[in-house]
């Protein structure tokens, strides 16, 4: 878009401006991709990058041995049948194959030690944890965002493995309706509208918030240890709040790709299949949209596999994996085997949700890093090694992709301090005993 007098782009708080009637008058420019450069990762006007986003996906239970692992390593390779669906998007994605997760002479927490490791590097001590590394990156990523970051559990009630230092969890919104009133409700501002007003409410909370600051201090000067402790940890989520609070009366930069997502209907969340997968659908559609109007950089999805169940069956798809036969011919578990496939599918409509959005040359995709765990390589034995991991995106030219990756013996944790230290978490090391590792996982690195 050019001023038609000075030839120059337009900058995106222009206006245009006429009279009509003796009146003079003014009308809002929407954001246009003219205001991206010539590659559309940038802002024409003042150079500044797209900002990079990160999301995680956790679905359970394993895929079935010798199902998955493609034949070949690095890149070129061939995705195997369980991985089959994943073909449209495999040029964005990499396969991660042979890692472990470490128990070190603990007690197996089944379904539930995979995921402590996964997503925090160690199994706890006691109640207090580490945080989540998407809480770490969060921290990097997140801190100018309306929301420091998006849970959604698609089945699983409120179930979420992302968790701030302490015993603070981060939990999931089970409900598209409830989600999008909370993202696109009536304190949402649009970042690329021409006129901005702040939301009195929120003015009138951020002054309560600053009005309690000097009795703050006063009570930290006046507690012991521990409880300095547990309010440090307590006046931190304050102090995000706070954040938050002057972010949202401050115009928001503008976003080309941004669009608010149609109106949401109330549906069911509960574990049965049709309804899991309608939310799964529009989850998919509100971060998509949520990431693109600037509202987080951090998305978590669970997916509540442990639950899931067809509709009229009393077993759940968990249930399953322990009591169906492996078919003499098949050599597998075909009803597992479906829901492995059917949770899949969700994996893609969710990348083709994210990769929909377009901005320039590229999608909102391609500034993403998301990371694909799960609990056990193979639920039926409850095994913890030759895991699957998968990332997709390429994090702004961050990430390499259309690899597999072979680090057979490898801890895990590889992936997690690799996510970590690309997105600018301060971190050399990451995970605790023989889950701790230094190496990043460098072929994945541009």
Known sequence: MYDLVTKKLASRRNILRGTAYGAAFSVGVPFLDCFLDGHGTALAATGAALPVCFGTWY???GFNPGRWIPSTVGAGFKNNVELKVFDPFRDKMNVISGTKYFLDGRPLETHTTGWQIASMGAIPVGVNTGPSL???IADVIGTRTRFRSIEVSIGGGRQSFSKRAGSATNPSEPSPASLYTRIFGPEFKDPN???FTPDAMTVARDSVLSAVKDERRELMKAVGAADKARLE???SSVRQLENQLSLEMQKPDPLPACTV???VEATKDGPDVPDAEKNAKIFGRLMAHALACGQTRVVNVMLGSNGLHSVGSQQTWHSLTHEEPVDDKLGYQPEVTWFINWANARFVEFLKELDSVKEGQGTVLDRMAILWQ?????AR???MDALPIMT???AGGRLKTGMHISLPGDPATRLGLTMQQMMGVPLKTWGALSNETSKTVTELLA
């Open 59 to 61: 679905q359970g239970l």
């Open 134 to 136: 998407d809480s770490q």
């Open 193 to 195: 509208a021409a006129a």
């Open 233 to 235: 940890e307590y006046f």
């Open 261 to 263: 997502p149609g109106t």
């Open 374 to 378: 799960t609990d056990h390589s193979y």
């Open 381 to 383: 034995t409850h095994t």
């Open 392 to 394: 997709a995106g390429k």
